[in-house]
């Protein structure tokens, strides 16, 4: 049950982290901006990435990306505010 539990924190995780790796995308940034907006993230095994969509108030796509997180990213929130900046 403890494993079970473990993984299901780790996807959890790895939702938000693959929510946070697209907004600082300049692209991303720029089409969510000043929007309310809710993220709907899930995996693609065959790409092994994780697929985010911004959605708006009326669940219409904003925008979409593909985030993978095995790549390098910037960790903790002084370092990708720097690099958003």
């Known amino acids: 049950m403890r494993r079970e539990i473990a993984q299901l924190e780790t996807v959890l995780n790895q939702r938000e982290l693959a929510i946070e790796a697209a907004i600082i995308q300049p692209s991303i940034a720029e089409a ?18 994780w697929e985010v969509s911004f959605l708006d108030d009326d669940e219409k796509e904003l925008i979409a990306t593909k985030v993978n997180l095995n790549k390098k990213l910037a960790r903790g929130r002084k370092a990708r505010r720097k690099l958003a900046a």
């Open 32 to 49: 969510i901006a000043g929007q309310e907006w809710d993220a709907d993230v899930h995996f693609n095994y065959e790409e092994s990435a």
